[in-house]
């Protein structure tokens, strides 16, 4: 693959949609082709899988978190081999607002499930495939989910309590600790300008 592979990662609220959209529009302007897309989502499976992960149900139906984290690598699956690995075979620059390291804060460090059974569960579902850089959009819990009126939060960010946000947050600062030459950590509580003045430098720094 002769492409780059950028993750935007971070809690709830981060801001990691909007920051990947400006990252890519900033990309374009300087004449890289850049391709957006996003966990779970991005093709037309990963849209259904992103209805039955995300969406609040009439009782808020419970999802264990081995099956939440089977689901969102059944669509990480498909988003690989239908966008992210054409793209990169391609030399195109692809920016993806979350990837697997997802799964491992949530399901992982938030749930409770065994790191390495993810990692393995993630492996066959990417190829192997890992970011060349992952942009860590650090926020507290009690700023970013206060960033989203009641009826616009996800099931995450309705039904999971506030222990459990703190537990991701921590899990992705020590996976950014594990591995300081792919992961750069921006504080994402402040203006979303001076946060993609980071999230920009970062990403020219490997391109």
Same mark, same amino acid.
């Given at each position: 693959m002769n492409g780059r !592979?950028? /993750?935007?990662?971070?809690?709830?609220?981060?801001?990691? /949609?909007?920051?990947?959209?400006?990252? =890519?529009?900033?990309?374009e302007g300087r004449g890289h082709r850049a391709r957006l897309t996003r966990e779970p989502?991005? /093709?037309?499976?990963g849209e259904q899988i992103r209805?039955? =992960?995300?969406?609040r149900g009439a009782d808020d139906a419970f999802i264990s978190a081995r099956a939440d984290a089977l689901l969102f690598n059944a669509a990480r699956a498909q988003l690989v081999a239908e966008v992210i690995g054409p793209a990169l075979a391609a030399g195109d620059v692809v920016i993806c607002a979350r990837f697997a390291d997802s799964t491992l804060a949530y399901q992982g460090y938030g749930a409770g499930l065994p790191l390495d059974e993810l990692r393995a569960i993630a492996a066959v579902a990417t190829g192997g495939? =890992?970011?060349?850089?992952?942009?860590?959009l650090d926020v507290s819990p009690e700023v970013g989910l206060a960033r989203k009126p009641e009826d616009? *939060?996800?099931? !995450?960010?309705?039904? !999971?309590? =506030?222990?459990?946000?703190r537990r991701v947050r921590d899990g992705f600062l020590e996976l950014a600790r594990q591995e300081p030459? *792919?992961? *750069? &950590? &921006?504080?994402?509580?402040r203006d979303a300008d001076g946060v993609f003045e980071d999230v920009l430098a970062a990403a020219s720094a490997i391109l």
């Open positions: !592979f950028i /993750t935007l990662e971070g809690p709830e609220g981060a801001g990691k /949609t909007l920051q990947a959209q400006r990252l =890519v529009a900033a990309l989502g991005g /093709t037309g499976l209805a039955i =992960v995300l969406a495939l =890992v970011p060349d850089l992952t942009v860590l616009a *939060r996800n099931r !995450f960010e309705a039904t !999971f309590d =506030v222990d459990f946000h030459e *792919r992961w *750069r &950590v &921006v504080g994402a509580e």
